[in-house]
Structure formats: structure tokens, C-alpha cells
């Protein structure tokens, strides 16, 4: 599990083998680990189930165990989201017989590591002064004067034992019997706790434990720790968290795992990587991304380049591209002045230093060094003069002029557009293949035109596609039969015999790349193509919800890159990128949002396979939430960005969730009116009654209020059903497999 700068590495017996904080770059919390005994007439016998099945969840592990000789056990684990690292584990102890039961819970934590470490584990702490507190133990660090770490349960164990010896320990935690307390100890010490629990039938047991460090003071450790052992929630806010939810299970399953990968972004070590997500982090988490592109200043070479990720001696032009791109788009959809000043010295750089870089027309790679999405290729990569790169470079410069343009710098917006505009005029001229009309890969250091057609012609004109006529014949001549595979286009088409490969530099030469196949999804919906889009982001979609376990992979994870003639995933971890792909589709694709300094505009793909679509919480310059139905091409939709332009959207102030059959998603909108707009996740039937506060102050004044119903075909409201006007309102609500509708609540003169 990962989230922010913390991982947490889980066994399939449930132990914990360590927890780990790129941010702290140590072990917090090493082995953890426990043992169950159950009393029978006055003998101690060990009763761990043998058995579990394990939920992984976007957010937590949950182990559930078979019943075992009438016992019942459940852990749940997850990392929580707070200014200190820390985990909780929630055990559950349920008894399924007839008889009471007397348990014992042994628990052995090994907070420096150094007794149960691995040879390939991260480094943890030579040791710690730890106290016992009754409820919980602090420790702190030996080698550090700041760092404290807190651990505890709730209810508080019968017994805290602490020792330095790993065989007192191992021999104690198989006994299942602790000696006396111990009130302090230090150095590399293993912390032991017991619980002695009575069950009567059918009861249930619940103990909370909590493992917290904090980088600074006692205090500000233990008020977060005993929020934390308390709730055992995750401390982010629920204002600001995002939700997603469609007509396509596999879409919400995989928008789930998309946004908890974008979540743990601090664990990525690629910075181009990182620059490549800006676009969802902006949506998903914008206080993040804002540090981020604060702290990349630092990063910022003399002459305005960022290091390529490769070699940092270097210039990195893909790197600076992006950065150039995430920054001015940052600043421009939040509205930030504050932030603009900050910003405004090192974007100006930037974009000298790529306009420094393309005097002659069109930017030259350095050959030493791979470019563009390709970098996994160790050899035989494009060089030269690459299309991806210079459109990027031509994108970025774009940007920038809107940012000029934003600050009042109006030279200077004039200047980097014309820089842009010439660096796409000279791309058309040199690097378009005049026979089929489709951008080329490269032209080498030699002056050798790589014509032969790959899916970097996708990622390329994604950056910019200035001639719609050629994005249509990409979009579908890589829907042609040799680039074909179940999930979307492999990057190589197999009728290629010089370049292909299925497996070769991680499927970079005719495998299939997750990143490239959204990108091209990306592409269709920017070409006018949303029918194509949708279809190629459910099948990516399908390939992280089901079909990645069946090739080796885990569910969840959005793969790097497979061998689609194999059937196997080879690649280890979730790709960021990719999953950043993914929620850009749904914004830019789906919902067909774009902005600039001054207009947010929304026009959703019409012909989209996608029936309906919810997005709750959302940052675009503001939080705010989405609704969208479809029917034929016709499209519906309400929201509660005020400044956002649409020909048919229905604005609202509000937003909240109604709770509901967990297969609805009921979105209630009100202010100055009321909307209520439901969509069934699930492919059966659903009928139910939700209750809706009642918000319009008009509507309170009657004695009667009307339930309006869309329909679809004719785009008029048609009065369902009256009810009677009262502080919440209950409102029937049936629908079919995937389907949607809108309830407006309207007054009835009586």
C-alpha cells in the first residue's frame, strides 16, 4: 500500500513487514505481527485462522478469515492521510458459536526494524527511547532529537512488554503468556502487547491499534494520535475529496485505482513522470501540485532547463516542456496573482531557454539520449529532429504566450505565439509525410526521414493538433488490423518486419503501452471521434478491473506495458502516467472541458458509448460537481461551476451526495432550485425511495411540491408524482440497468 510519501508492505498472512517514508527516507515501523490462543478448559491453545481472503480496496487491505472453530476474524489496515506517517489496523473478532468464548490477542511490533529486518529492506533506526504510557508507548529516536513515534491500542492491553532480545520475544509471542509491565527500556527493542477478551455468542470484539510518527514535538504527535486512534478514518476532508461514478462499472472500479496511484505520486521517481500527471493533479490535488511546481523552481538549471531525467548534466527538453505547460495551465484555471508573481521569473526562463533551442525552426535532440515517451528504450531510439518533441516544445511556448497575456504582458504574448506558431508551421513543411498525409516519426542526424507510421504520431499531435484532417487519419489507421489488440493499438503495427517487436524495450516496439493506448483514446476525443474514445477507454478500463489478473498482473495496477500476443504483463507497479491519462479522458473527453485565463467551456462528447457520468468535487479553479445524461446524441448535464459556459447546462450553487441503494448514485443540486439526478451504476434493476432536504424556501411555502421527470427524447418535464412539502422530501426513484434521470422539484399552486 502506498499514499503521499508513505508505503506499507503487507504479507499474505496479514503481518506487516515495515512501513516506509520516502520523506523521512527510513523504516518508521518494522515487522508487526500477531497470534490469536483461545482458552479451553483452562488450556491455551493457538487458534490463528489458517485461511483469509483479502479486499484490496483503493484505499485499505481488508483480511477475512474463514470461520474457525466457530471464531470469526477480520483486520483491516490503511494508511492515513495526516501531517504525522502513520497506520491503523482494526481488528474484529466475532464469535459464530453457541458458547462463550475466552480469547487472548498477542501482538509483536518491531519499531526499528533492526531484530526482524530483511536483508533488501530500507534502512530503519539504530534505536529508541520508549516509554510506557499504559495506553500507548512513545518512543524517540536515539539519533534524532525531533523525531517521536506513538503507538497504542484502544481498548488499552492488559499487558505492554518491551525487550532488546529478538529469541525473548519470538519465545513470548509463541507462549501467548507476557510477563509484568515494563515501564521504559532503550535501544533496538521489540514492543509485545496482550489482550484478554471474553466473547459471549454471537458478540463481536473490536480493537483499534494505531502506529504514528512525527517529525517534530511530543505534543503535536499525540493530539494527532489520539484523533486518530478514536476515529481511524482517514484525516483528509471529506469536502475535498473527489468521487467518480458511471454507467460503467470497470470506469469506476479503475477511476478508484487512478486516483489512489495519483495519491502516492510522492513515491515517483521520475520527474518526467511526475510532470506528465500534472493535468489530473491539477483536478485531484491542486494544493499538492502547487507545491510541487514551487519546489521544481529550485530544480531549474542557469539557462532555464530543467535536467533531462536521464542525465542531469544534461538539458531536459521534454522536462522543460511540461513543466512550462503544468505551470502557466495551473495558474491560468486557478486565477492566482499570488502565485503568477512567484512563478513568473522562472516560466519566463523556461521559455527562453526552449526558444533558445528551436533559432533554427525546429529543435534538435541530442543523439546521446532517448526522448519523447520512448525513454525505456535502451537503444534504437528515434534521434534527430522528433516530432513529439518539437510539437511539445510548440505547445509549451503556446502556453506560455496565454500566461504573458494573463499578467499583462502583452509583447511578450505576442512574441512566444508567433515562436509557437513558427515552430508548427515548420513541422507541417519538414515532417509530414506528403503520401499519406500523416506526421513522421523523426528525421535523424544523418537527414534519413523515418516515415514508418508508429503510435508516437498520437502522443506527438496530442501536444498540438494543428491539422484535423491528419488526427482523424491517425486516429484511424491505428485502429487498423495490425495495430489491433484487445485493449486499444500496440505502439509498432505487426506489419512492420524492421522495428517489431512485442516485447522488446518493455513493449516500446509493437507491445502495447497503457499511457500510449489513452493517449490515442485522448486524440480520438479531441478529433471529434468521442465514440472511438469511449471505446478504447473501456477497454482500458477492462484491462485494469478484470482482465489484468488473468495475464499475471493485479487488479488495480494500470500496467506499464504487456505482450499482447503472449497474454502476459511482465511490467511491476501501476504507471501514474497512465493513470493520469485515464482522468484526463473523463474531464477532456468525456465532459470535453477547456479553459483559459478568462473561460471555462464545456462541450461533451455527443456520440460517447458512456450513458451517464458523475463528478463530484472536482477542482477546476473551484471545487464543484458534474452531472451528465445521454441519450441518442442528445446530452443533459447540471453543475456547479458558475463560470462555466454551456449551451445546456442547468447551474446550481450546491452539490451533496444522498445516500442511497449503494448500486445509485444520487447527486441532490439545489440553489435557487432543486435538481435530483440519479444514475444505476449496476446492470440490474433498482428501485428505492431517497430523502432530499428540502432547500427552496419558495417550495416550503406550499403545501404541495411537484416531482418534474426529464425526459430524454424530448427534453421536457413531465410531472411524475405530488408530494407533500415537508423539511425532507421522499422521492421513488426507478431504474433500469446503466440508465439515468433528472427529478426537478417544482411548486404546485394549490
Known amino acids: 500500500m502506498a499514499k503521499g510519501y508513505d508505503k506499507l508492505k503487507l504479507e499474505p498472512d496479514s503481518s506487516c513487514s515495515w512501513f516506509y517514508s520516502k520523506k523521512f527516507g527510513k523504516i518508521l515501523y518494522g515487522r508487526e505481527s500477531l497470534e490469536l490462543f483461545k482458552f479451553q478448559s483452562g488450556v491455551k491453545i493457538g487458534s490463528s485462522p489458517r485461511e483469509s481472503a483479502i479486499r484490496v480496496s483503493p484505499s485499505q487491505i481488508t483480511f477475512s478469515s474463514r470461520p474457525f472453530e466457530g471464531l470469526l476474524l477480520t483486520q483491516t489496515v490503511r494508511i492515513h492521510s495526516a501531517e504525522s506517517s502513520a497506520y491503523s489496523r482494526v481488528i474484529k473478532l466475532t464469535n459464530r458459536s453457541g458458547a462463550q468464548m475466552k480469547l487472548r490477542l498477542v501482538t509483536l511490533r518491531d519499531p526499528t526494524s533492526l531484530n526482524f529486518r530483511r536483508e533488501k529492506d530500507p534502512p530503519g533506526e539504530i534505536g529508541v527511547n520508549a516509554f510506557n504510557r499504559g495506553a ?147 483536478t485531484l ?41 503544468a505551470a502557466c495551465e495551473f495558474v491560468l484555471v486557478q486565477g492566482d496573482k499570488k502565485l503568477s508573481r512567484v512563478m513568473q521569473a522562472p516560466l519566463r526562463r523556461a521559455a527562453d531557454a526552449l526558444a533558445g533551442a ?48 494573463s499578467v499583462g504582458k502583452g509583447a511578450d504574448s505576442a512574441k512566444y505565439l508567433e515562436m509557437s506558431k513558427r515552430i508548427t508551421s515548420s513541422v507541417s513543411e519538414r515532417l509530414l509525410d506528403q503520401e499519406n498525409g500523416i506526421i513522421m516519426l523523426n528525421v535523424d542526424s544523418k537527414g534519413r526521414q523515418h516515415k514508418e507510421i508508429t503510435i508516437d504520431s498520437a502522443a506527438a499531435i496530442s501536444y498540438n493538433s494543428f491539422d484535423n484532417k491528419m488526427a482523424s487519419s491517425i486516429v484511424h489507421r491505428l485502429l487498423d488490423k495490425d495495430f489491433e489488440t484487445a485493449y486499444g493499438p500496440r505502439t509498432v503495427p505487426s506489419s512492420n518486419p524492421l522495428y517489431f517487436s512485442s516485447s522488446y524495450g518493455e513493449g516500446q516496439l509493437g507491445g502495447y503501452s497503457t499511457r500510449a493506448a489513452l493517449t490515442h483514446a485522448l486524440l480520438s476525443y479531441q478529433s471529434g471521434y468521442g465514440g472511438i474514445g469511449s471505446m478504447q477507454l473501456e477497454k482500458v478500463a477492462k484491462l485494469v478491473h478484470i482482465d489484468c489478473e488473468r495475464m499475471g498482473g493485479v487488479p488495480g495496477e494500470f500496467p506499464y506495458w504487456l505482450d499482447p500476443d503472449r497474454k502476459a504483463i511482465t511490467s511491476h507497479g501501476s504507471d501514474a502516467v497512465a493513470a493520469s491519462r485515464l482522468v484526463d479522458l473523463i474531464l477532456y473527453g468525456e465532459l470535453g472541458l477547456s479553459f483559459d485565463a478568462s473561460r471555462l467551456e464545456m462541450r461533451p462528447a455527443k456520440n460517447s458509448r458512456l450513458k451517464w457520468l458523475s463528478a463530484q468535487r472536482f477542482h477546476v479553479g473551484c471545487y464543484g460537481s458534474f452531472f451528465l445524461g445521454r441519450e441518442g446524441e442528445k446530452v443533459y448535464s447540471a453543475t456547479t461551476f458558475q463560470r462555466l459556459e454551456s449551451r445546456d447546462a442547468l447551474k446550481f450553487t450546491n452539490c451533496e451526495k444522498v445516500p442511497s441503494n449503494p448500486a445509485l448514485e444520487c ?84
Open 358 to 405: 528551436s533559432t533554427a525552426g525546429l529543435v534538435n535532440c541530442d543523439p546521446s539520449l532517448p526522448q519523447g515517451w520512448r525513454r525505456r528504450l535502451g537503444s534504437g531510439y528515434p534521434t534527430g529532429v522528433i516530432s513529439e518533441v518539437n510539437l511539445a516544445v510548440s505547445r509549451a511556448l503556446k502556453e506560455y504566450s496565454s500566461f504573458a497575456r
Open 136 to 282: 500507548h508507548v512513545v518512543m524517540d529516536d536515539v539519533a534524532d532529537g525531533t523525531g517521536v513515534r506513538v503507538f497504542g491500542s484502544l481498548p488499552s492491553p492488559s499487558v505492554i512488554y518491551m525487550t532488546r532480545e529478538k529469541q525473548t520475544a519470538t519465545d513470548l509471542m509463541a507462549a501467548g503468556e507476557l510477563p509484568e509491565q515494563t515501564a521504559g527500556i532503550s535501544g533496538a527493542i521489540a514492543i509485545l502487547t496482550q489482550h484478554d477478551v471474553d466473547l459471549t455468542p454471537s458478540g463481536t470484539f473490536e480493537i483499534r491499534m494505531t502506529s504514528l510518527y512525527n517529525p517534530s514535538r511530543l505534543e503535536e504527535a499525540l493530539l494527532e494520535f489520539n484523533g486518530l486512534s478514536e476515529f481511524v478514518t482517514d484525516r483528509t476532508s471529506h469536502e475535498t475529496v473527489p468521487s467518480f461514478a458511471s454507467s460503467s462499472p470497470s470506469l469506476n472500479f479503475s477511476f478508484s485505482w487512478a486516483k489512489a496511484r495519483l495519491e502516492s505520486i510522492e513515491q515517483e521517481t521520475d520527474l518526467l513522470d511526475t510532470l506528465f500527471s500534472a493535468s489530473a493533479l491539477r
Open 667 to 750: 447527486l441532490h443540486f439545489f440553489g435557487p432550485t432543486q435538481l435530483l439526478c440519479a444514475g444505476n451504476t449496476s446492470n440490474s434493476n433498482v428501485s428505492t425511495s431517497v430523502s432530499i432536504p428540502l432547500k427552496d424556501n419558495q417550495l416550503s411555502k406550499s403545501l404541495f411540491a411537484g416531482i418534474d421527470e426529464l425526459d430524454p427524447e424530448t427534453g421536457r418535464w413531465n410531472l411524475s408524482e405530488k408530494v407533500r412539502s415537508s423539511v425532507k422530501l421522499s422521492v421513488k426513484v426507478s431504474l433500469n440497468p446503466s440508465s439515468w434521470k433528472m427529478l426537478r422539484i417544482s411548486q404546485i399552486m394549490t
Open 285 to 325: 490535488r491542486p494544493s499538492y501540485l502547487k507545491t510541487f511546481l514551487e519546489r521544481i523552481k529550485s530544480l531549474q538549471r542557469k539557462d532555464g532547463f530543467l535536467s533531462h531525467s536521464l542525465d542531469p548534466m544534461k538539458p531536459g527538453l521534454l522536462e522543460t516542456s511540461q513543466f512550462l505547460i
